[in-house]
């Protein structure tokens, strides 16, 4: 008879005494375990040092003529009067105004023509077209004023808020079709398939379908168009000679002389001046953030 023996699991070796014993990893802390001064503290400080420009311009706008004090009081608006009627700041700002928003109409139908066909269409230059349009972000404006000068003069357009409009369009629209032209990647293109198979034709299939997907894209880039033609100064510089034609940024610049600078009206200028850039950015923050995901469908 054949029987057969249990065997017993061979014992574990001992640890050497040497051996250190093995510590657990150190787990990271996750974001909402971090103590909220450490994220609070230095937003804090980034926060006051963007402020005090603010306060400082603030300050000068609203407290008398000769006051030293760090406060704005007695508080007073005598120099927003003196720049909005003694210095034609109403002008200025009415002409700023119709330069804005005929770039931002202007360069948004533009760019989004260009930028359809950069988006949905085929060509044998269309890679050379495009480096031409990155490359033509590399040119400054200052270069642009002599060419720009000459063709405006054989134009009579001098003197005229058209070429500021038509130099502001043409500098903004390379960037703005190459955004517009990514913006319309993104929307599928079996959309507007199935709206020729409905029986749309290509441009009720693009006003339909594609230009609803394309509000955050269209809201950012004329936004940025609006922006940066108020805020230019070379071109208004330039080309308009008459007060009555200038915009805000050179009104503020004769504000400045060789000898002196009024600095409560400077101050109270530069206010005026940034009012209409803060309510367009306000407004638009929200598409700004949804913006560069326009046009992405689920399903």
């Given at each position: 008879?054949?029987?057969?023996?249990?065997?017993?699991p061979?014992p574990?070796?001992?640890?050497?005494?040497?051996?250190p014993?093995?510590?657990?990893?150190?787990?990271?802390?996750?974001?909402?375990?971090?103590?909220?001064?450490?994220?609070?503290?230095?937003?804090?400080v980034?926060?006051?040092?963007?402020l005090i420009?603010?306060?400082?311009?603030?300050?000068?706008a609203?407290?008398?003529?000769?006051?030293?004090?760090?406060?704005?009081?007695?508080?007073?608006?005598?120099?927003?009067?003196?720049?909005?009627?003694?210095?034609?700041?109403?002008?200025f700002?009415e002409?700023?105004?119709?330069?804005?928003l005929?770039?931002?109409v202007?360069?948004?139908?533009?760019?989004l023509?260009?930028?359809?066909?950069?988006?949905?269409?085929?060509?044998?230059?269309?890679?050379?077209?495009?480096?031409?349009?990155?490359?033509?972000?590399?040119v400054?404006?200052?270069?642009?004023?002599?060419p720009?000068?000459?063709?405006?003069?054989?134009?009579?357009?001098?003197n005229?808020?058209g070429?500021?409009?038509?130099?502001?369009?043409?500098?903004q629209l390379?960037?703005?079709m190459?955004?517009?032209?990514?913006?319309?990647?993104?929307?599928?293109?079996?959309l507007?398939?199935?709206a020729?198979?409905?029986?749309?034709?290509?441009?009720?299939?693009?006003?339909?379908?594609?230009?609803?997907?394309l509000?955050?894209?269209?809201?950012?880039?004329?936004?940025?168009a609006?922006?940066?033609?108020?805020?230019h100064?070379l071109?208004?510089?330039?080309?308009?000679?008459?007060?009555?034609?200038?915009?805000?940024?050179?009104?503020?610049n004769?504000?400045?002389?060789a000898d002196?600078?009024d600095?409560?009206?400077?101050?109270?200028?530069?206010?005026?001046?940034?009012?209409?850039?803060?309510?367009?950015?306000a407004?638009?923050?929200?598409?700004l953030i949804?913006?560069?995901?326009?046009?992405?469908v689920?399903?």
């Amino acid at each position: 008879m054949i029987t057969k023996e249990a065997t017993a699991p061979a014992p574990a070796p001992a640890r050497a005494d040497h051996e250190p014993p093995r510590q657990a990893k150190k787990r990271r802390p996750a974001w909402d375990e971090v103590p909220r001064w450490q994220i609070y503290l230095p937003l804090g400080v980034y926060l006051v040092f963007t402020l005090i420009p603010f306060y400082w311009i603030l300050l000068f706008a609203l407290r008398p003529a000769g006051s030293t004090s760090l406060v704005p009081w007695p508080m007073t608006f005598d120099h927003f009067e003196k720049v909005w009627t003694d210095r034609s700041f109403g002008t200025f700002f009415e002409n700023s105004v119709y330069v804005g928003l005929a770039t931002l109409v202007m360069t948004t139908l533009v760019a989004l023509a260009g930028g359809y066909a950069l988006a949905r269409f085929d060509f044998k230059v269309k890679r050379a077209f495009m480096l031409a349009l990155l490359c033509s972000q590399f040119v400054p404006g200052a270069l642009l004023l002599v060419p720009l000068f000459e063709i405006f003069a054989e134009l009579q357009m001098i003197n005229s808020l058209g070429s500021v409009i038509i130099a502001e369009t043409v500098f903004q629209l390379p960037l703005s079709m190459i955004l517009i032209s990514n913006f319309i990647k993104n929307v599928p293109y079996s959309l507007e398939e199935a709206a020729w198979v409905d029986g749309c034709g290509r441009m009720r299939a693009f006003l339909v379908v594609v230009l609803p997907l394309l509000r955050p894209g269209l809201i950012a880039v004329g936004s940025f168009a609006f922006v940066h033609s108020w805020n230019h100064f070379l071109f208004a510089l330039m080309f308009l000679n008459n007060q009555d034609k200038q915009t805000i940024p050179v009104g503020l610049n004769t504000l400045m002389s060789a000898d002196s600078v009024d600095l409560g009206a400077l101050a109270a200028g530069g206010i005026i001046a940034a009012v209409p850039v803060v309510l367009v950015f306000a407004f638009i923050q929200k598409w700004l953030i949804t913006g560069f995901s326009a046009g992405a469908v689920k399903g």
